[in-house]
């Protein structure tokens, strides 16, 4: 079984280096365009199983020229090659389990071609899309009646420092549509979409993290699957308490458009220039990071209300060396990985998590998830 994982950053680099451990893959290969990071992530992988190839990834033609020999890849890769990467395992009848979990209606258009290729396309496999997704799905199966299902989730420094309280774990650019992007959510059997930064709420999670704020962000696949089997369904995204007040100003003030602005000649968007200001602004006093989850779901149960609650509170990965933020996202994807190759996922078509790790996959899944250093805790109360 031949497995390609596209992008060698944090990420990438913790789903090579964990999917060489199994026996069932017998190659990987880690794909960048830069020949640079592609030698640090064999380096930390150190396995004869593992060779690294370097190309651009800029045309379609080059995504399907990588992907034609391969039977899984996992796409640890910006939000802008997604839709491009998951066409290319199409045509090239390559199975794919991708982080990004945005556009989703385009994709689920993808999933008649998606069967006729007789391969899965799984889109959100993170941390958020993905690890809430499926705990959602879960707690609403579980349930007569599902009432309402919130996904909480955020990623945090260990040591937050003025002003903004948030440090860039990846890369700024992929955070900046929080702030400005509505929110998809389901009520009542449909979509709706909520003004950004709307739900502002204070929340509290186990020290060292005490009390933060979460405003409502995209529910992304979600809102989709799981809208007629629940009356209400939202996410919303954690951050240490006072900066979504900041960031709104700037929104408001239109640092985050995207309509370009002369400036001496010279023409740049307000968000472009906001990103460049910002990213050393965020870089932290260091790596260390939490990243904090909470997804309750209500409903009842043999005629009792009942509340399930899942929590996780994640630290740095000292082990590893990774952040707790590439950790959470890179083993659910790169466990899916290995589920495909062993035959645990026979589905075809575009299949977001949480109509997979549901069920009798759901406590499998996260007994190994528990083995890898993703500990959730579950608690049930009548209500």
């Not at 385009?106 to 799984?122: C, N, Y």
């Not at 309280?165 to 700024?172: A, E, G, N, S, T």
């Not at 023409?267 to 910002?278: A, G, M, N, S």
């Not at 035959?343 to 299949?351: A, D, F, H, I, P």
Request: hydrophobic share 40%.
């Amino acid at each position: 079984m031949h497995v390609k994982v596209l992008g060698t950053g944090m990420i990438g680099t913790t789903v090579v280096s964990e999917l060489a451990k199994y026996s069932i893959i017998d190659k990987i290969t880690a794909v960048d365009a830069s020949q640079d990071s592609i030698d640090k992530c064999l380096k930390k992988a150190k396995h004869p199983k593992v060779k690294g190839l370097s190309t651009s990834l800029n045309s379609d033609e080059e995504i399907y020229q990588v992907l034609k020999d391969a039977d899984i890849a996992v796409a640890c890769l910006p939000h802008s090659l997604s839709l491009p990467v998951i066409h290319a395992a199409i045509r090239a009848k390559c199975h794919i389990v991708d982080l990004v979990g945005s556009k989703i209606e385009e994709k689920m258009q993808l999933d008649q071609q998606a069967r006729e290729a007789g391969v899965i396309i799984m889109p959100g496999c993170g941390v958020a899309p993905g690890i809430t997704n499926f705990l959602a799905a879960q707690g609403i199966h579980l349930l007569d009646e599902a009432d309402e299902a919130v996904m909480i989730c955020g990623g945090i420094p260990r040591h937050p420092l003025p002003p903004l309280w948030y440090q860039v774990v990846f890369r700024l650019e992929s955070v900046m549509g929080l702030y400005t992007r509505p929110a998809t959510a389901a009520e009542n059997g449909k979509l709706v979409e909520l003004p950004p930064l709307s739900g502002l709420e204070k929340i509290t999670f186990p020290e060292p993290v005490g009390e933060c704020e979460a405003v409502i962000t995209d529910a992304h696949s979600t809102a989709y699957t799981l809208k007629n089997k629940v009356n209400r369904l939202y996410e919303k995204t954690v951050r240490y308490a006072g900066h979504w007040d900041k960031m709104a100003t700037l929104a408001e003030l239109g640092f985050f458009d995207d309509t370009p602005i002369d400036i001496h000649g010279h023409q740049i968007t307000p968000r472009l220039f906001t990103e460049k200001v910002l990213t050393p602004k965020l870089k932290g006093k260091s790596n260390e990071d939490i990243t904090v989850l909470r997804v309750e779901v209500t409903g009842k149960k043999a005629g009792e209300q009942m509340k399930f609650i899942w929590e996780m509170v994640d630290f740095y990965d000292h082990e590893r060396n990774i952040t707790s933020m590439a950790k959470t996202t890179a083993l659910p994807a790169m466990l899916l990985a290995h589920w495909i190759a062993s035959g645990k996922v026979k589905e075809v078509g575009v299949v977001p998590i949480e109509n997979v790790i549901v069920g009798d996959r759901f406590e499998p899944f996260m007994e190994e998830l528990q083995q890898l250093g993703i500990a959730i805790n579950f608690k049930k109360n009548s209500m």
